[in-house]
């Protein structure tokens, strides 16, 4: 199955954006916690989780993956702040908890300061607080471009917050085609090599989604700029051999693509085309 879908906004609730996946073509999709440049999320409608939830199934959708606000940083500076993050991530866990089929997304966060490994040691024990073995959602670590003091833009710090987390069964990682690319692992001409890089550092079994996003900058550029499907430096090319990749060709994919819903759905029409089921 090609489970392809992409960002949608969360502003009219659940059931919603099941109904304008569907209409785009998609069978799975992204969303906002809450507000991305904020904290509060809107009170937790369960009646509207369930419609979802048996929409999703009639449907036949892949799991759907949920982002955690941008303001989370696991590993600041200010003791406050990770206490903020680690609420959040408790929260968000709790009310993603209602869907059996679900993944939720975080930024491993910026060390600000600090250095790489006190960072890692902070994001790790936020983990040991907030994963248990019994939770439905699988939480991901998203791979970063590098820009400023982004954690996790190279496999062997994610290896490192990996190892130190007791409930690892319950953590994987998301791929984003942009943020690598920017980071320095060229997806467009060495695609093998960096799978098989992944592989031995983190284990492809530990890949649970990918981010499916063009670059408006050139390779190993620490930017992080999404660009529209085929006219960035990834290319048309380039994302297609990554969803047709017999590696990565039956994880779910998720579009953020600088996009309305129209420019959406030509992207996923256009890929479902051009995957070789
Ligand atoms: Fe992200
Ligand atoms: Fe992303
Ligand atoms: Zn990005």
């Known amino acids: 199955m090609f489970y392809l879908g992409c960002h949608l906004s969360s502003s009219d609730g659940f059931y919603a954006m099941g109904e304008t996946a569907l209409s785009i073509g ?19 409608d369960s009646k509207d989780a369930e419609r979802l939830e048996q929409f999703l199934d009639k449907h036949s959708f892949g799991p759907i993956l949920a982002h955690a606000p941008y303001t989370m940083n696991p590993c600041a500076l200010d003791s406050g702040l990770r206490e903020f993050a680690e609420t959040m991530m408790k929260d968000d866990l709790f009310r993603m908890n209602h869907f059996e ?25 936020m983990l040991n607080r907030v994963l248990s073995p019994s939770q439905n959602t699988l939480v991901l670590l998203e791979t970063m471009s590098g820009k400023g003091t982004e954690v996790g833009s190279r496999f062997e710090e994610l290896q490192s917050i990996i190892e130190k987390v007791e409930c690892s069964e319950k953590l994987g990682v998301c791929l984003d085609t942009c943020h690598v690319y920017d980071a320095g692992y060229d997806i467009v001409n060495h695609l093998d090599d960096v799978l098989d890089e992944f592989d031995k550092i983190i284990g492809l079994s530990k890949l649970k989604a990918i981010h499916l996003n063009d670059s408006k900058n050139p390779f190993e550029s620490h ?3 999404h660009e529209t499907i085929a006219n960035g430096s990834i290319g048309l ?8 990749h017999p590696k990565l060709k039956s994880l779910p994919f998720f579009l953020e ?3 309305e819903l129209p420019g959406y759905a030509s992207e996923i029409k256009m890929l479902r085309e051009r995957y070789e089921g």
């Open 101 to 125: 089929n679900s993944m939720y997304n975080f930024h491993p966060g910026s060390h600000v300061k600090q250095g790489v490994s006190v960072a890692i040691d902070f994001i790790a024990s």
């Open 223 to 225: 930017k992080d700029r």
């Open 257 to 259: 693509t600088p996009n």
């Open 237 to 244: 090319e380039g994302i297609l051999r990554i969803i047709n």
């Open 26 to 44: 998609a069978n799975t999709f992204q969303f906002f916690t809450r507000n991305p440049r904020g904290g509060s999320a809107k009170a937790f």
